[in-house]
């Protein structure tokens, strides 16, 4: 009997499967498409971990492929950003370069997954036929007025010489370099992503996307409803607006604090606070929006100005701190110690009143010691609102505020317009002329792409401006509006640019008149099954999600949610839960083990490790187990194949349970068990043959269509051992009959006074009566005293109650 070699057998495969592509669109079969996020071309290549993700989505596509589906299942690159760039510094070569000969060795790695990619619908972020349209989205979104220019200051990395969007600052730090994040005045181009705030969150709830997501987008969004109230600036004409989602406790507000760049910050100071004032504001500019809103210990500076509260007329001191963001609500706060635990650790601190306005059944606290944060009680201490239920009054309060003339009720959301705009050269050029007659101008649709210059020398400036503001023969144009003498915008955009939407692209990838035909946008679109990690839950998922509903508002699509169904894999980490890098030293390369083991076995192991959506320790040592059994099921098949073996109750039986187990922890995603599952089922059959001397050809059939996406090259290859004359991917899933699953005779355990005596076998179909009989007869000697009661749990338990 010839033994396993998975070297001979995936060599044989991969090159049948290249001659002869198993997943093509014949046009008659009903479409599933599903989609990886595609990967950024780093230097390092892809270990184990990478791994992961490619290996679930593939199974799942073979799977679907045997539901009869044509499945489109494509593979792409997302190369421009600051990954690619700032490898590319490393290694002192250009990106264009850098990048392509990491797409090759990451292709290469790739195909020795044995996926069933579609190379044909190939794209890459930096090709300018696929920038094109990424240009083109910019344009649509400029004319409808939702690309527009601003400066402000935003997150700079000294590092990486560029602006951050708020998502790409991480604990005050660059998500790339982990450099500390400073602040940074600079002109920008903005999405207004906030049009789309009520849409974005509204349309989550019509998603099969895992609940933590749903709420990490909700979060993000942050929509809250309250009131705007205006503060009379004393011995001023000015007023300052605060947004409050608590207007019913405007009598406690015994101070307020104004963001550092709130407009006002500066005049407030008086001559004795100035110099303190000053310092602050700018020692606040140097931090981090994130690194502002983590920190613990509250800092502050008193500008030595006082507003008046509208509804009581007391004096309320003006304060500035930096917890404050000038880009949320109207960057100034009321602040109530009483009742916010922010408030009450600041005015412990610097020595401000604290006014309880709610108590729990109406009874002032005593030296309160904390805020009382409790979402109803008793107004007190609140003028005519004394004795109103608090929850009622909170509802009732903006209108209120409204009627009486200082303020409005009011919708605010956490969600900030877009940072758009890069100061680098790796990135598409963001397709406007700046003309000193006609303002902003697209650039006209026909000449697109505007393709980005070859430079030697591409390396960040350092002075907010992008390399490309050098190259004067690129910068100076004329404007395609009045023909003048005009200047083109130098900065790029963000690496997100081309990852929101460039799943629209893969299914008409050549069409050089339009993003994607409608007919084929209709026909293969949205997405059915979109995986990747839980790290892109908020950033580029809600980025897509925005895309996708501007290009159904504007015709090319006629969907608003890009993906249908959303899986997070975990991921793998090295020894001790640490995660994979160069730079640790702890990357576990598929290569070698694939070499050693074969694709199948690495395969099936990557599912094994672990519940697929949780994180795994790496072990090498498990991927031995995997292997043995490949192997012991090919030895299973080379000593029955060949037999006329006829098929036996108890082989239908175990072939329909098979069937069903398998389908069962499929479905619900359960991949570590399905791999267990086989093993179990694979134990069975060789046991079964100790009595038949083999298994029949039907049952090894079934057992090989099942493992086929797991294990296509085996699997492939028995199934023409079996008597397959087309791929085994051909075939159908195999369907179980429930009623042939079922067992003829069952075990039930006995109990006599709820201790176990013994086990019982019985048909499966017995009778109350049969089954006590056959259990009192199997405990006899166990039964003492009178029999009082018998229970009969059916196919569970028996048990005999004496006394």
């Keep these: 009997m010839a033994s396993y070699n998975h070297s001979a057998i995936e060599k044989k495969w991969r090159e049948n499967w290249e001659k002869n592509p198993i997943n093509v669109n014949d046009g008659k079969k009903p479409k599933y498409y599903c989609l990886d996020m595609f990967p950024y071309p780093s230097g390092s290549g892809l270990h184990v971990g990478h791994w992961r993700g490619y290996v679930i989505s593939d199974v799942w596509s073979r799977y679907q492929m045997l539901k009869g589906h044509y499945v489109i299942h494509p593979m792409g690159w997302d190369a421009f950003g600051l990954p690619a760039e700032n490898y590319a510094i490393k290694m002192g070569v250009h990106p264009a370069k850098s990048t392509a000969e990491n797409i090759r060795n990451i292709k290469r790695q790739i195909n020795e997954i044995a996926a069933i990619y579609d190379w044909d619908m190939e794209v890459n972020t930096t090709d300018p036929e696929f920038y094109k349209w990424t240009q083109w989205i910019f344009v649509q979104m400029f004319k409808k007025g939702l690309a527009y220019e601003k400066e402000f200051p935003i997150n700079w990395c000294p590092s990486c010489k560029t602006g951050l969007a708020n998502e790409e600052v991480v604990n005050g730090c660059c998500e790339r370099c982990g450099s500390p994040v400073t602040k940074k005045n600079l002109r920008q181009w903005m999405l207004k992503i906030t049009a789309y705030a009520d849409r974005l969150l509204n349309d989550l709830d019509k998603l099969d996307w895992p609940e933590k997501v749903k709420k990490m987008q909700s979060e993000w969004i942050g929509k809250s409803y309250g009131a705007e109230v205006n503060f009379q600036v004393e011995g001023r004409d000015e007023k300052i607006t605060v947004y409050t989602t608590r207007p019913d406790t405007l009598h406690g507000a015994t101070f307020m604090v104004l963001a550092p760049e709130h407009a006002m910050a500066k005049s407030l100071a008086t001559d004795e606070t100035r110099e303190a004032v000053e310092k602050y504001i700018f020692d606040s500019s140097m931090r981090s929006n994130v690194d502002r809103m983590q920190d613990k210990e509250k800092t502050g500076v008193f500008t030595g100005s006082y507003a008046i509260n509208p509804l009581n007329g007391a004096k309320v001191p003006i304060w500035l701190s930096d917890y404050v963001l000038a880009d949320y609500g109207t960057g100034a706060i009321m602040c109530v110690p009483a009742h916010d635990d922010r408030d009450f650790e600041f005015a412990k601190k610097f020595n401000i009143p604290i006014i309880q306005v709610i108590a729990k059944d109406g009874k002032e606290i005593e ?24 929850s009622v009054l909170k509802k009732e309060a903006p209108a209120m505020i409204e009627k009486m003339g200082f303020g409005k009720k009011t919708v605010n959301y956490k969600l900030r317009d877009w940072v758009f705009s890069r100061q680098r050269y790796w990135g598409e050029p963001i397709p406007i002329v700046h003309c000193p007659k006609c303002g902003n101008v697209a650039v006209p649709e026909e000449e697109l792409p505007l393709r980005l210059p070859e430079v030697e020398s591409y390396q960040p400036t350092g002075t907010g401006e992008s390399p490309l503001a050098a190259i004067d023969e690129w910068v100076n144009c004329k404007c395609p509006q009045c023909g003048g003498p005009a200047k083109r915008e130098t900065n790029t955009m963000p690496q997100w640019a081309g990852s929101s ?238 009623e042939a699953m079922k067992d003829d005779e069952i075990q039930i355990g006995v109990q006599v006074n709820g201790k176990a005596r013994g086990v019982v076998t019985i048909p499966a179909d017995a009778s109350k009566d049969v089954a006590l009989a056959a259990a009192k007869e199997a405990v006899a000697d166990k039964i003492t005293g009178t029999i009082v009661k018998e229970i009969y749990v059916p196919g569970k338990i028996i048990n005999i109650v004496c006394k």
């Design 501 to 738: 939407w460039y799943f629209l692209r893969y299914v008409d990838n050549h069409n050089d008149k339009e993003l994607v035909s409608r007919e084929k946008a209709d026909k293969y679109l949205p997405v059915d099954m979109y995986i990747g990690g839980v790290e892109h839950a908020v950033l580029h998922l809600l980025y897509s999600r925005f895309y996708t509903k501007f290009l159904h508002d504007i015709g090319v699509v006629d969907f608003d949610e890009p993906f249908k169904k959303l899986f997070n894999q975990g991921m793998i980490n090295g020894k001790n839960g640490i995660k994979m890098s160069k730079s640790k030293g702890n990357v576990v390369s598929p290569d070698d083990l694939v070499r050693d083991y074969g694709c199948d076995a690495l395969r099936m192991y990557e599912l094994f490790v672990g519940p697929p959506e949780l994180d795994a320790e790496w072990d090498d040592r498990g991927i031995e187990g995997v292997s043995r059994f490949l192997s012991r099921f090919w030895n299973l098949v080379q000593d029955s194949k060949d037999k006329d073996i006829a098929e036996t109750k108890e082989m239908v039986r175990l072939r329909h349970k098979l069937v069903f187990d398998i389908e069962q922890r499929f479905n619900q995603f359960s991949l570590n068990t399905v791999v267990s599952g086989f093993m179990e089922y694979n134990n069975k059959l060789i046991e079964l043959t100790k009595k038949t001397g083999g298994i029949d050809k039907e049952t090894l059939k079934t057992f090989t269509i099942l493992l086929a996406p797991f294990a296509p090259h085996i699997g492939e290859e028995i199934w023409q051992q079996l008597g397959g004359t087309d791929s085994v991917f051909h075939t159908q899933w195999p369907e179980c009959d429930e």
């Design 367 to 390: 030296n309160m010691t904390e805020a009382y944060t409790e979402a109803s009680g008793t107004m007190i201490n609140s003028g005519e609102w004394n004795g109103m239920e608090s």
